[in-house]
């Protein structure tokens, strides 16, 4: 009788939903490892025995060199921008975000147009002071100009992270040390670097796994990877099966990752032992001093925000006026539009899970909140694939539905249209909204909820009138958040898009790939302004919420 009227609590919207979400996320990541038990064909094994090695040392390499310079520069930005003051401080303090504006496959193709042999720098050299050196010194097309894009244009992930955590630091770690007679360096080395070990892993992984998602940079620069080889074995081959188990040995790296990442962590964390804090407090740097510093952080915000913008800027100037057609708007108005609708779609699905996983604190509701995290865990390619080998199986399912409704139909419905590719948008970027929304949730508490329960509202009815306007700046930052992604995102799109439908991100890629540089500048731009004007309202949301 108990365990009947348990169960009868605990069924109801938000719980059915939520495990109908969650089920969809996992179902399409299953299919991966379940296509394993088919018998390999010829493609596999000349696959395995010529090219997977060349697969997996080349993302390797990719991964550890980015990791580690994205670490050196994300630490040391975020410590001199937190324990010092300095000319321009206040600027790059979000002026160092702006990277994180441009992704990395445009910046790749602007760096590349910038350093060849009619770019700006070449020609200066040869026009004004009549230099002409070999092009082999102004190559970017190679692993070590891969590394420096990945780099450049992903530090902000440790960057931001780091300095989240070191500006909600007690002075008092820092003031001891100094009073023990620790240099500055000493400080860094053995107190900051310790207690940040935490939120530097954090940024870092975030660093590798969109290092391991991208296709845009590495194909560009002709470069085997694993995303490469998903694209190449699926449309070069046609060959879906072989794609399947690159995409199952890459989710398997990822996975290993993930774990390692849990155990460099480990258990250790860094909490005040009383209740007084004080931020840290920042030193002056003057005279030479302060002068390094507003030059390191004005080349890392040149090389990653300043140059690539104005280039594609005067590239703009240059082409507009053909670039700016009809077909031009209707493939903008197409990229805003799915972003827009699959954002709105992910923050809904995000609040039920978040809202579900609030209300019940047991096994169910933390794998939930576990769950939503592996979309954005796994590259986009091998999300792609797993979406395709769904969608495939459910439109065989539901032919004769088809059949029913109109006689002529195809066997291929879902899988031919928009609906798959905004399926795959949520598997992926559900992590981001729910973690913006869980962070609302965890700030305004149950109190509040548990007073309207008690006074007769339901669960939907304490959302809509209670909790919906007080975490409304915690839905704004995710949907930010969720568009950006989703208006950059170019694996997922250029496998799962319609027949003829493009987006500002396919676009340009298109346009690069076919070496029409000047004419991918426009879209690109775009893409850049309409994220850095999101990276401004969030921003503002963020400083509201705090508020």
């Known amino acids: 009788m108990i365990r009947t009227k348990y169960i009868k609590h605990s069924l109801n919207s938000w719980s059915i939903l939520s495990f109908i979400f969650i089920s969809l996320i996992i179902f399409p990541n299953l299919n991966i490892l379940m296509n394993l038990i088919n018998k390999p064909n010829e493609n596999w094994t000349h696959i395995k025995t010529y090219l997977l090695n060349d697969y997996i040392i080349n993302s390797m390499i990719l991964v550890i060199f980015t990791g580690i310079l994205t670490t050196i520069i994300g630490i040391s930005l975020s410590w001199i921008i937190s324990a010092y003051d300095f000319p321009g401080r206040k600027f790059f303090e979000w002026g160092l975000i702006l990277p994180l504006a441009i992704p990395p496959y445009i910046a790749a193709y602007t760096y590349n147009g910038i350093l060849d042999y009619t770019g700006v720098i070449q020609a200066t050299l040869r026009n004004h002071f009549n230099i002409q050196l070999s092009q082999k010194y102004f190559d970017i097309m190679s692993m070590k100009g891969s590394i420096f894009i990945f780099t450049i244009f992903l530090f902000p992930y440790v960057y931001i992270i780091t300095k989240s955590f070191l500006e909600k630091q007690s002075a ?25 070990r935490a939120s530097i892993i954090g940024g870092v992984s975030l660093v590798i796994l969109e ?49 390692i990442e849990k155990l460099f962590r480990g258990r250790k964390k860094y ?6 804090f004080r ?10 001093k302060g002068i390094l510093a507003f030059l390191f952080c004005f080349a890392v915000f040149s090389l990653g925000f300043l140059i690539p913008t104005l280039q594609l800027a005067h590239w703009s100037l240059m082409t507009y006026k053909k670039i700016l057609d009809i077909e031009f708007w209707r493939f903008t108005f197409s990229s805003l539009s799915i972003a827009l609708l699959s954002a709105g779609l992910i923050i809904i699905i995000a609040i039920i899970i978040a809202n579900y996983c609030r209300m019940n604190d047991n096994f169910l509701s933390k794998l939930y909140s576990k769950t939503t995290a592996v979309g954005y865990s796994i590259p986009g390619a091998v999300i792609a694939i797993a979406v395709i080998i769904f969608f495939i199986a459910l439109d065989n399912k539901l032919f004769w539905l088809y059949k029913l409704i109109d006689k002529n139909s195809s ?50 009815e304490t959302f809509l ?22 208006l950059k995102e170019l694996p997922l799109t250029l496998i799962l898009r319609p027949f003829n439908f493009n987006t500002l991100a ?22 850049i302004i309409i994220s850095i004007i999101s990276i401004y309202i969030f921003n503002k949301a963020s400083d509201k919420e705090a508020s």
């Open 211 to 259: 290092v391991l998602n991208d296709y845009g940079v590495v194909k560009f620069f002709g470069i085997t990877t694993f995303s490469t080889a998903i694209f190449k074995t699926w449309f070069g081959m046609g060959d879906i099966d072989s794609a399947v188990r690159i995409s199952a040995i890459l989710l398997l790296i990822v996975f290993a990752i993930l774990l």
């Open 506 to 527: 396919t676009k340009s890629f298109e346009y690069a790939n076919d070496e029409m540089i000047h004419e991918a500048s426009v879209s690109s731009l775009i893409i």
């Open 279 to 288: 931020p840290i407090t920042r030193k002056e740097l003057k005279d030479v």
């Open 172 to 196: 008092a770690l820092i003031e001891n040390a100094r009073l023990l007679g620790r240099s500055q360096l000493e400080i860094f080395i053995h107190v900051v670097l310790p207690i940040s």
């Open 411 to 460: 066997k291929l419905v879902l899988s031919t249209s928009i609906t798959m590719l905004i399926f795959a948008y949520i598997i992926r970027f559900l992590a981001i909204g729910f973690n913006s929304i869980e962070s609302g949730f965890e700030k305004i508490g149950k109190k509040f909820s548990e007073a309207s329960r008690t006074l007769g509202m339901n669960i939907t």
């Open 465 to 486: 009138k209670v909790d919906f306007k007080m975490i409304k700046p915690s839905i704004i930052s995710g949907f930010i958040l969720v568009f950006v992604d989703i």
């Open 271 to 276: 909490s005040f032992s009383n209740t007084k």
